[in-house]
Protein backbone atom coordinates (compact mmCIF):
# COMPACT_ATOMS: atom_id res chain seq x y z
CA UNK A 1 0.00 0.00 0.00
CA UNK A 2 1.37 3.40 -0.89
CA UNK A 3 -0.32 6.57 0.43
CA UNK A 4 0.50 9.82 -1.63
CA UNK A 5 -0.16 13.28 -0.53
CA UNK A 6 0.52 16.04 -2.64
CA UNK A 7 0.96 19.92 -2.10
CA UNK A 8 2.12 22.76 -3.54
CA UNK A 9 -0.84 24.09 -5.53
CA UNK A 10 -1.91 27.44 -5.82
CA UNK A 11 -3.21 30.68 -7.30
CA UNK A 12 -0.21 32.27 -9.91
CA UNK A 13 -0.42 34.36 -13.02
CA UNK A 14 0.46 33.86 -16.51
CA UNK A 15 4.40 33.17 -16.72
CA UNK A 16 4.80 32.47 -13.19
CA UNK A 17 6.23 29.16 -11.59
CA UNK A 18 5.24 26.44 -9.36
CA UNK A 19 6.57 23.73 -7.52
CA UNK A 20 4.48 20.58 -6.51
CA UNK A 21 5.69 18.12 -3.98
CA UNK A 22 3.83 14.53 -3.63
CA UNK A 23 5.12 13.04 -0.38
CA UNK A 24 4.90 8.81 -0.26
CA UNK A 25 4.84 6.46 2.53
CA UNK A 26 4.03 3.14 3.09
CA UNK A 27 6.06 1.35 -0.08
CA UNK A 28 10.10 1.04 -0.93
CA UNK A 29 9.77 4.43 -2.53
CA UNK A 30 12.80 3.68 -5.04
CA UNK A 31 11.06 0.97 -6.71
CA UNK A 32 7.76 2.71 -7.40
CA UNK A 33 7.32 4.59 -10.81
CA UNK A 34 5.81 8.27 -10.08
CA UNK A 35 3.82 10.06 -12.47
CA UNK A 36 1.38 13.26 -12.85
CA UNK A 37 -1.84 13.98 -14.33
CA UNK A 38 -4.46 16.79 -14.70
CA UNK A 39 -7.85 17.25 -14.65
CA UNK A 40 -9.39 20.53 -16.00
CA UNK A 41 -12.96 21.50 -15.15
CA UNK A 42 -15.65 19.36 -17.27
CA UNK A 43 -12.59 17.79 -19.08
CA UNK A 44 -10.76 14.04 -18.45
CA UNK A 45 -7.92 13.62 -16.23
CA UNK A 46 -4.80 13.57 -18.67
CA UNK A 47 -1.09 12.45 -18.33
CA UNK A 48 1.58 15.17 -17.87
CA UNK A 49 4.96 13.52 -16.80
CA UNK A 50 6.19 10.56 -15.55
CA UNK A 51 9.41 9.06 -14.00
CA UNK A 52 11.10 5.64 -13.27
CA UNK A 53 12.39 4.22 -10.20
CA UNK A 54 15.49 5.68 -10.14
CA UNK A 55 15.20 9.25 -11.86
CA UNK A 56 17.11 8.75 -14.86
CA UNK A 57 14.17 8.22 -17.44
CA UNK A 58 11.15 11.09 -17.41
CA UNK A 59 8.43 11.61 -19.75
CA UNK A 60 5.96 14.46 -20.78
CA UNK A 61 2.92 15.13 -22.94
CA UNK A 62 3.89 17.18 -25.58
CA UNK A 63 1.89 20.69 -24.80
CA UNK A 64 4.46 20.97 -21.09
CA UNK A 65 7.75 19.87 -22.55
CA UNK A 66 10.45 22.41 -22.32
CA UNK A 67 8.01 24.16 -19.38
CA UNK A 68 7.54 21.30 -16.75
CA UNK A 69 10.30 19.21 -14.99
CA UNK A 70 9.65 15.88 -12.96
CA UNK A 71 11.79 14.87 -10.60
CA UNK A 72 12.44 12.65 -7.62
CA UNK A 73 14.28 12.44 -4.28
CA UNK A 74 14.19 8.86 -2.87
CA UNK A 75 15.98 9.72 0.10
CA UNK A 76 12.95 11.86 0.93
CA UNK A 77 10.09 9.59 -0.70
CA UNK A 78 8.79 12.71 -2.96
CA UNK A 79 8.15 13.41 -6.48
CA UNK A 80 8.18 16.86 -8.01
CA UNK A 81 6.65 18.71 -10.47
CA UNK A 82 8.44 21.69 -11.31
CA UNK A 83 6.20 23.98 -13.65
CA UNK A 84 7.37 27.04 -15.25
CA UNK A 85 6.24 29.35 -17.89
CA UNK A 86 2.55 28.78 -16.45
CA UNK A 87 -0.15 29.36 -19.06
CA UNK A 88 -3.97 29.66 -18.01
CA UNK A 89 -4.66 26.19 -19.72
CA UNK A 90 -2.86 24.40 -17.37
CA UNK A 91 -5.18 25.41 -14.47
CA UNK A 92 -6.24 22.24 -13.50
CA UNK A 93 -6.23 19.68 -10.20
CA UNK A 94 -3.00 18.16 -10.48
CA UNK A 95 -2.57 14.51 -9.08
CA UNK A 96 0.21 12.23 -8.22
CA UNK A 97 0.23 8.73 -9.21
CA UNK A 98 2.26 5.78 -8.32
CA UNK A 99 2.74 2.22 -9.03
CA UNK A 100 5.65 -0.93 -9.02
CA UNK A 101 7.50 -0.76 -11.65
CA UNK A 102 11.07 0.36 -12.82
CA UNK A 103 10.25 2.03 -16.10
CA UNK A 104 8.03 5.03 -17.15
CA UNK A 105 4.16 4.99 -17.48
CA UNK A 106 2.06 7.19 -19.48
CA UNK A 107 -1.53 5.67 -19.01
CA UNK A 108 -3.95 5.87 -16.30
CA UNK A 109 -5.03 2.26 -15.88
CA UNK A 110 -0.91 1.83 -15.50
CA UNK A 111 -1.41 3.16 -11.72
CA UNK A 112 -2.33 1.77 -8.85
CA UNK A 113 -1.87 4.36 -6.07
CA UNK A 114 -3.51 7.88 -6.38
CA UNK A 115 -3.52 11.53 -4.10
CA UNK A 116 -5.95 13.11 -3.34
CA UNK A 117 -4.61 16.14 -5.77
CA UNK A 118 -3.83 19.62 -5.54
CA UNK A 119 -5.76 23.10 -7.48
CA UNK A 120 -3.75 24.75 -9.79
CA UNK A 121 -5.11 28.19 -11.22
CA UNK A 122 -3.16 30.36 -13.56
CA UNK A 123 -4.70 33.65 -13.97
CA UNK A 124 -4.34 36.01 -17.40
Known amino acids: QVQLVESGGGLVQAGGSLRLSCAAS????????MGWFRQAPGKGREFVAA????????YYVDSVKGRFTISRDNAKNTVYLQMNSLKPEDTAVYYC?????????????????WGQGTQVTVSS
Open 97 to 113: AARSGTYYYKEINDYTY
Open 51 to 58: INWGGSVT
Open 26 to 33: GRTFSSTA
